[in-house]
């Protein structure tokens, strides 16, 4: 069964260092998001990609955060620089575009601590 | 803003007996709604949905129940099992291709 791919798993990193996190969608998975889930809360949506375009970013903090999609396969979160607040899990979903389901298939998720 | 709330953060429950996971949301342009099930280390797994247009939608053991005057949803695991304990996500959206805006999360467990 075809999964969205996350690495790394884990990261440490201290803080006002630079960090990245990268997703493989599912394969033909035109939507691509990246979500933010601190401890105790749902996930929130920081940036939604179709294709290669951004189509909402409106809770990506751009001070910090960049997310890009160059060939509108797979994408690339960075903080810089990372903050304590930051310490969280980044989750990478996709969707297919056409189904009807509105289901968004998740990644594993990368697990980071800022110390 | 919570547009989404699950109020009981956790359930406990027996195996074999009902669970009953609710959710209540605030956003009156929500058409579609979702379950999530998240085990530790891993990322959010679909479990169930419905759209704003029905008011129950079953698959096995798990039914999903809408009120639309109410702006209130609930999950029913009917009968629970051990491996079903896990953190349940309500999720819902405004429109297709749009975000998902999640609940807090309930931790389920069942007890053998």
């Known amino acids: 069964e075809a999964e969205v791919a996350q690495s790394p798993r884990y990261k440490i990193t201290e803080k006002s260092q630079a960090v990245a996190f990268w997703c493989d969608p599912i394969?033909?998975?035109?939507?691509l998001y990246w979500y933010r889930q601190i401890l105790g809360q749902g996930p929130e949506l920081l940036v939604q990609?179709?294709?290669?375009?951004?189509?909402?970013d409106s809770q990506l903090p751009k001070d910090r955060f960049s997310a890009e999609r160059l060939k509108g396969v797979d994408s690339t979160l960075k903080i810089q620089p990372a903050e304590l607040g930051d310490s969280a899990m980044y989750l990478c979903?996709?969707?297919?575009?056409?189904?009807?389901?509105?289901?968004?298939?998740f990644g594993p998720g990368t697990r980071l601590t800022v110390t | 803003d919570q547009q989404v709330k699950q109020n009981s953060p956790s359930l406990s429950v027996q195996e074999g007996r009902i669970s009953i996971l609710n959710c209540d949301y605030t956003?009156?342009?929500?058409?579609?709604f979702l379950w999530y099930k998240k085990y530790p280390a891993e990322g959010p797994t679909f479990l169930i949905s419905?759209?704003?247009?029905?008011d129950k939608n079953e698959d096995g053991r798990f039914t999903v129940f809408l009120n639309k005057s109410a702006k209130h949803l609930s999950l029913h695991i009917v009968p629970s099992q051990p491996g079903d304990s896990a953190v349940y996500f309500c999720?819902?959206?405004?429109?297709?291709?749009?975000?998902?805006?999640f609940g807090a999360g309930t931790i389920l467990r069942v007890k053998s």
């Open positions: 990609f179709q294709d290669e375009s951004v189509v909402d």
């Open positions: 419905i759209s704003s247009i029905k």
């Open positions: 394969s033909g998975h035109a939507t």
């Open positions: 979903a996709s969707s297919f575009e056409g189904q009807a389901s509105y289901e968004q298939y």
């Open positions: 956003n009156s342009m929500f058409d579609y």
């Open positions: 999720a819902a959206s405004a429109g297709y291709g749009n975000k998902l805006v």
